[in-house]
């Protein structure tokens, strides 16, 4: 069964390094999300995007995030800057018919 | 704010029972509704969907919804251990929006 991939499952950076988490999302879907979970709390929508473009984004994605298709396959989150916030699981997801399906997620822990 | 609210937790019950999960939320103009399983440091996973009023049933899952009382619920029968996980209420607000997740209940299925 296809599924959304994501890589690393784990990254540890120091405060004011660019991370970049990359997710490969199922090959025929068309939307592709970023979400954040940080410890205990709410699972958190980031940006939405479609047809080589941000279609949505939420208050927290701020200039310090960007998102990029660098080519057909790839979708990656970059973060210019960490902040000790940043901490958190951050899941990819790709969308059919409305259904979002997640991938494993990334752990990200900003020292 | 539009929001999503789920009972709180945690909700703890014996094996092969049923267990009932409830979720209300704001956007009276909402139009697609998902509960989600996310065991502890996993990624969210769709277990149904429901779009019209009424009940939908999968299985030992049923969801039910009401667009007039903003009210989605997810009932899960002969409760098993293995259901044991935190269960996610979600809701897709316009057609293509982005998908709005609750806190979570936090459900214990004691053998």
């Known amino acids: 069964e296809p599924e959304v991939t994501q890589t690393p499952s784990h990254q540890v950076t120091q405060m004011g390094q660019e991370v970049i988490l990359r997710c490969v999302p199922i090959s025929n879907h068309l939307y592709f999300y970023w979400y954040r979970q940080i410890l205990g709390q709410k699972v958190e929508f980031l940006v939405s995007f479609y047809n080589n473009e941000i279609s949505e984004k939420s208050e927290i994605f701020d200039d310090q995030f960007s998102v990029e298709r660098p080519d057909g396959s790839n979708f990656t989150l970059k973060i210019r800057s960490t902040k000790l916030e940043d901490s958190a699981m951050y899941f990819c997801?790709?969308?059919?018919?409305?259904?979002?399906?997640f991938g494993s997620g990334t752990q990200l822990s900003v020292l | 704010q539009k929001e999503v609210e789920q009972n709180s937790g945690p909700l703890s019950v014996p094996e092969g029972a049923i267990a009932s999960l409830n979720c209300t939320y704001s956007d009276r103009g909402s139009q697609s509704f998902f509960w989600y399983r996310q065991y502890s440091g996993k990624s969210p996973e769709l277990i149904m969907s429901?779009?019209?009023?009424g009940d939908k049933e999968d299985g030992r899952f049923t969801a039910q919804l009401n667009k007039a009382s903003q009210y989605v619920s997810l009932l899960i029968r002969d409760s098993q251990p293995s259901d044991s996980a935190t269960y996610l209420c979600?809701?897709?607000?316009?057609?293509?929006?982005?998908?709005?997740f609750g806190e979570g209940t936090q459900l214990t299925v004691n053998p």
């Open positions: 429901i779009y019209s009023n």
């Open positions: 997801a790709s969308r059919t018919n409305e259904k979002l399906f």
């Open positions: 979600a809701v897709v607000e316009t057609s293509g929006s982005r998908l709005t």
